[in-house]
């Protein structure tokens, strides 16, 4: 085996990590944890910092402050080469003049193996190439031409993958193609994932666990699902699809906290508040679009008990298939953004209707409305 002889797996931990270009600080002191085993994904849009991260673990950068452990070692000090990890660019590099097949063997040769055949036949049989052994990387699509670099990066067996926007130079299809492909991979062989990415859509297909990054800092760590439904920051309700952010005042705290908005009241767990919620301070109430339900104002009485609900008129529609996406406008001039399923489509919901919004309390989420809005 080769460098990798000591290592016997583990987390990779990052304590007080930092990355200073001159005065420029691109990644500010940071502690994050990427369990062993995981697809764990760096978001965030471009220059927050994700990649100096990435390249801080591969060894690729040095940190201006703090460590890098694999497991119980401390790397922070470790060359490239000798840590357990391998990284896999959005270009390629792929050699041109050799074949698929030597072009996975590479890092064995190199090592001096004589004997690659099964190993090389495994990998090619892991990303699905095993009939482009003797093809040359020209005459692979771009999506072929990526998993080749993924086996030539898994046959040294690293504990850590390392992946930087591995599929941005993918048309969109095969970028979601390559998404699961890459999912499928990692849930195989078992290790560790680090993917840095822009994409939310493609953080949120891939990873159990997702930091969003702004400015240099993780905003929030959390499951897909966690992050979308329990953002706590304006930046990251905004970052991770669409979120209607009402204003509104805090009335009562407590397991519920109601808040009033736009005359009305509006009721949210408790837990979904920021810490410091008090009654009259400020808040926006967050609501993913698709949470909410569109009644017709002659159906208002309908509306059932204990649901919130605001009222306010369609200004805009659109038919977008399986979908409608109206635009509302709600409490204090707010453009409320609905999506409706167009199961039954009611004909009365055209630009210009009185309606009223109603969804579940417990999908309701609280900012703190002082933060900057990113
Ligand atoms: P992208 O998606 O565009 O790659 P990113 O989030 O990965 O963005 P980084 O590449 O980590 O961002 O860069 C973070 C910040 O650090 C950027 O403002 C970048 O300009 C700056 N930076 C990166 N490398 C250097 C360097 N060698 N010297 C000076 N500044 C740098």
């Not at 059932?304 to 204090?332: E, L, M």
């Not at 609905?338 to 919901?349: C, F, G, H, K």
């Amino acid at each position: 085996m080769t460098t990798t002889d000591t290592y016997t797996g583990g987390d990779v931990r990052l304590t007080g990590i930092s990355k200073s270009y001159g005065s420029f600080t691109a990644v500010q002191p940071l502690d994050l944890t990427v369990p062993q085993g995981s697809f764990f994904a760096l978001l965030g849009a471009s220059g927050c910092g994700k990649t100096t991260t990435l390249r801080m673990i591969a060894g690729l950068e040095d940190p201006t402050t703090g460590t890098v452990h694999l497991g119980d070692r401390d790397v922070t000090d470790l060359p490239p080469y000798k840590r357990p990890v391998n990284t896999v660019f959005q270009s390629y590099a792929l050699f041109p003049h050799l074949d698929i097949f030597e072009n996975i063997a590479f890092g064995l040769r190199r090592r001096g193996l004589k004997s690659v055949k099964k190993q090389v036949g495994e990998m090619l049989e892991l990303v699905q190439l095993g009939d482009k052994a003797r093809h040359r990387p020209h005459q692979l699509s771009g999506g072929q031409q990526q998993r080749v670099a993924v086996a030539r990066a898994l046959i040294n067996h690293p504990q850590v993958l390392l992946l930087d926007e591995p599929l941005g130079a993918l048309d969109l299809k095969l970028r979601r193609q390559m998404q699961l492909e890459l999912k499928r991979i990692q849930t195989e062989v078992g290790i560790t994932f680090v993917h840095v990415t822009h994409d939310q859509e493609e953080a949120m297909t891939m990873a159990d666990t997702v930091a969003v990054m702004n400015g240099g800092r993780v905003e929030q760590l959390g499951a897909p699902a966690e992050l979308y439904e329990h953002p706590r920051t304006t930046f990251v309700a905004n970052f991770l699809g669409t979120s209607n952010l009402i204003p509104a005042e805090v009335a009562g705290t407590g397991s519920e906290v109601v808040v009033t908005a736009g005359g009305g009241k509006l009721r949210l767990p408790g837990e979904r508040c920021p810490a410091g919620a008090r009654p009259g301070g400020r808040l926006l109430v967050g609501i993913r679009p698709e949470k909410i339900t569109l009644s017709h104002a002659d159906d208002a009485g309908a509306v059932p008990d204990g649901r919130n609900r605001i009222t306010g008129r369609i200004t805009d529609s659109s038919f977008i298939g399986v979908s409608t996406q109206y635009t509302v406008d709600g409490p204090a001039g707010t453009g409320l953004q609905v999506y409706e399923q167009n199961i039954e489509r009611d004909p009365r919901l055209v630009p210009g209707a009185e309606v009223v919004l109603h969804w579940n309390p417990a999908h309701t989420f609280g900012l703190d409305a002082d933060q900057d809005i990113a």
